[in-house]
């Protein structure tokens, strides 16, 4: 409730008429900069309503799972560790492994969400690796409140992840589903946020820097493991070429 009102209080001094303005460009900026993550979030959504159903947890329980936890690929495999019996230090280390890579690339974010205020604890709770990659280049729009727009992005996004999982929920309960190659959904979902990335800016090099330290730690380190070292060797070379990024991204 209390967003609203603060949001509200961006535009005090302003007409009633330019506020309402104001407020529905707002608004509708960050719809649309979240859309590339909507599809992919609502199907993938659905998925995971899908398979918790078929583990015998309906769509209250996709909903609440979906609005507690948040985890995007977590999400699908705690419905294994759920539907197999592990115990909760089991579920905490694997939860630990899988959601490591958010140390590394949340880093990049410390300066971006440091001034947010009260909203900083929803901001970093709503962060993943979809909405880093909308939100990472530091952009917003000029006539509102940066943090603001962030929140609202990151809340859009929010909302498709819950909306997917009760629709699964529910169509898992009325429609025989076959699941087979559901998670390749997340695959295309990155795919298009890279494509919109790589589009949006004429400056490559870190696109070009994760790609490559990336195929570098799979060929290394083997598809099992190749995910943590990737993260941190790109963490490291970011942090070491930030000055030239930055200065090739400021002449853009």
Not at 206 to 216: E, F, I, R, S, Y
Request: glycine share 10%; hydrophobic share 50%; net charge negative.
């Amino acid at each position: 409730m209390h967003i609203w009102s603060d949001y509200d209080m961006l535009f005090l001094n302003l007409p009633q008429e330019s506020v309402k303005t104001v407020n529905n460009s707002f608004v509708k900026t960050a719809f649309v900069k979240s859309l590339p993550v909507m599809a992919g979030y609502i199907v993938l959504g659905i998925g995971f309503g899908i398979l918790l159903n078929e583990a015998g947890f309906g769509p209250v329980w996709a909903v609440l799972m979906s609005l507690l936890v948040f985890a995007g690929s977590m999400q699908f495999v705690g419905v294994s560790l759920i539907s197999g019996g592990a115990s909760v230090l089991v579920t905490a280390m694997t939860t630990l492994m899988v959601n490591a890579r958010h140390i590394f690339y949340s880093v990049s974010m410390y300066d971006t969400y440091k001034t947010a205020g009260k909203r900083k604890p929803l901001l970093i709770f709503t962060l993943t690796d979809e909405t880093y990659s909308l939100l990472c280049d530091g952009s917003a729009p000029a006539d509102c409140d940066p943090h603001q727009y962030r929140l609202l992005v990151s809340l859009f996004n929010y909302f498709y992840w819950v909306l997917g999982s009760f629709l699964g929920g529910l169509l898992g309960q009325i429609i025989p589903f076959d699941t087979t190659g559901i998670d390749f959904s997340m695959t295309a979902l990155f795919v298009t946020v890279f494509v919109e990335q790589w589009t949006g800016t004429k400056e490559h090099r870190p696109a070009l820097l994760g790609v490559g330290a990336t195929l570098l730690c799979l060929v290394l380190f083997g598809q099992e493991v190749f995910l943590i070292p990737s993260m941190l060797l790109i963490t490291l070379a970011l942090a070491a070429l930030r000055p030239k990024l930055e200065g090739g991204m400021a002449h853009e």
